[in-house]
């Protein structure tokens, strides 16, 4: 029974939990799109099996696919992953995927955001995006959970939750006119109030320099668990995410969650800066519509993309020498997980990284 | 985990359970292509609805459907039926859909036949099928069951089991040059044996009328439990039914099952003969290599072509005088399930009916 709800996840006691939560299972989907993934998407493809297997160790992991590539990933994937045919536009399942919400009595069900490409017609990255738009409802399908319809456009990547009544998000997405033009701050606050049943929002000010995205907070910053926050951060005071880093910084010093506590933040230093290759610009095709990927761009680049998983977390590296350190900081952060690196180069390029491929699917 | 197995059912002690075993869920793919369905599907998608609706009330339904029709199927269907994205060329579950098989452990898996459009490039009914084909692994991807890989041509329709040793089909499906003509009747049964657990062959030598599968059995005999199959019938001599019927009666009587009882035998006389309007053949689309539907062309119309689930029995009607007997006779030899008719003149008007469209997965 996947029945879509008139009501609110507050109004029946289910609420978002936070990542580091038990999971079920992971969801993915498998790129594919030429204008976006260079070569036939086939490098990204090898990156998205390492980062599922990666996954894999720690829990199931589903893989949606468009049926042009249901035999190719089947064949790629190791036969413990899970393939199921799922029509996309794209590859990004934090983006376009559910929120799962519980009620911490075994009960699961998730939330269904509008979904408009990072943008719409309005800097949207792609058009159209209809089959994204629909994952949500396939997935509530698939495994026969109840689902709510939430009147917003929002991508997952845009918040992160601690579990515990607080919300962190940036301004510069959350408030971008190509989202909710109609809808206030206030507004947007009281829709994720009852759709994730937080009761406390942090608002950062941006997210990464050049990224896409118009600045997740998943690149930037996230919970490792309440009260404590992973920040991408760079020492070098002239480059452009300096200040970024430093305002979040700043804020997140001053933030209290919703019970109240400080946060305490752990810098962890981006790679030096990740540019885009000529050999790489050239191997993605030329559409009308879709963001170019051009040579000398500078990509978005941070370790904070990590995702969290049963006992695990699986963190992007970029050939750089920064990835020792990022890896070594979060483990000690994390002692009850095993840190995982995966090369995301190819991930990046394609424009976000491990947290914007990937969505927890919690255990009731 | 769904693994492509190496070795056969027989070898690992798993075997077809007779339909009339307990299921875990009933399998359909939703109606779409207008080459073969009238007026758009439209009217073959009611009576789809209205054939799932019939079966869940005994027990789950999931329709598979293509992600052009995902948005509508779902609004047509009730919301306690589960709706998947599975790409098919056309809806017959039954005949593309994988067979399951139990080891009476509570294991269960799927055996995948080839699928070839009962006839291929020689006499099949529609070209290209190679979304069909996919269909047992995508299912037994979506249920996480492993799969045997059978190397052979066959439709799920043109065999019946007893669940106790004994297949019933027709020499006119199975020994048909297009559908496996390097293997002779000896490996065919080698084949059967191997994937379904049988050890006991009852070949009738053909099904009915102007049925353009190629005769399936499944849409002239039966078994209703071990030892007691219903044939579909005609009193009238002149009928070219008649001596099929007549055929399949004799051989019915004299045949022995694997336990070496002999069969008892319950004629269910067919509807009169059921012919194609004008108005409904020019309702389809005029597409080469699919079979056309021609004004004036008999049906083969049977109400053998009914489908057992969970205490039910799901039986086709077509406005006949016949209907009425046909599901008395059939209640009084199934006093254990609730006989229940959908008139079904949409489904024939396809190429098949109850049976034909649906595929029950047994639970372990």
Redesign the interface.
């Known amino acids: ?4 709800l008139k009501s609110t996840p507050r109004q029946d006691g289910f609420f978002m939990p936070a990542e580091f939560s038990c999971h079920k299972q992971t969801w993915m989907l498998w790129p594919e799109r030429t204008d976006n993934w260079r070569q036939g998407a086939k490098p990204a493809q090898k990156t998205f099996v390492k980062v599922a297997l990666a996954i894999s160790q720690f829990e199931p992991v589903t893989m949606g696919v468009n ?1 042009s590539q ?2 190719n990933a ?1 064949a790629m994937l190791p ?2 992953i ?6 996309n536009n794209d590859s990004w399942m934090r983006d376009c995927g559910p929120t799962f919400v519980v009620n911490g009595k075994g009960g699961v069900r998730l939330v269904d955001w509008d979904f408009n490409a990072w943008g719409g017609l309005e800097g949207g990255l792609y058009f159209p995006w209809h ?1 994204d738009d ?1 994952i949500p ?2 997935v509530a ?2 495994e ?1 959970i109840d689902r709510y319809k939430a009147p917003m456009v929002l991508e997952g990547g845009s918040i992160h939750v601690d579990g515990e009544g607080t919300l962190l998000t940036t301004e510069e997405c959350l408030l971008n006119h190509n989202r909710n033009p109609n809808l206030s701050k206030k507004d947007i606050e009281n829709i994720l109030c009852d759709y994730t049943g937080v009761s406390h929002f942090i608002w950062l000010e941006a997210g990464i320099f050049n990224d896409e995205t118009s600045g997740h907070v998943d690149n930037i910053a996230c919970f490792i668990r309440p009260g404590l926050v992973a920040l991408s951060w760079t020492d070098d005071h002239n480059d452009p995410q300096y200040p970024r880093s430093k305002a979040a910084y700043d804020q997140l010093s001053r933030a209290k969650d919703a019970r109240g506590r400080s946060i305490e933040v752990v810098k962890i230093h981006q790679p030096d800066p990740v540019i885009i290759t000529p050999e790489e610009s050239e191997g993605v095709d030329s559409v009308d519509g879709t963001l170019p990927r051009n040579a000398g761009d500078r990509m978005a680049a941070s370790y904070i993309n990590f995702y969290l998983c049963n006992g695990g977390a699986v963190v992007p590296t970029f050939d750089d020498h920064h990835d020792a350190q990022a890896l070594k900081i979060l483990q000690e952060y994390m002692p009850e997980r095993r840190v995982v690196g995966v090369p995301a180069r190819e991930i990046l390029l394609g424009g976000g990284n491990i947290h914007c491929i990937t969505q927890q699917q919690p255990i009731g």
């Open positions: 029974m996947a029945a879509t049926q249901f035999q089947r036969t413990h899970r393939v199921v045919e799922m029509s089959l629909l409802q396939k399908e698939i026969s």
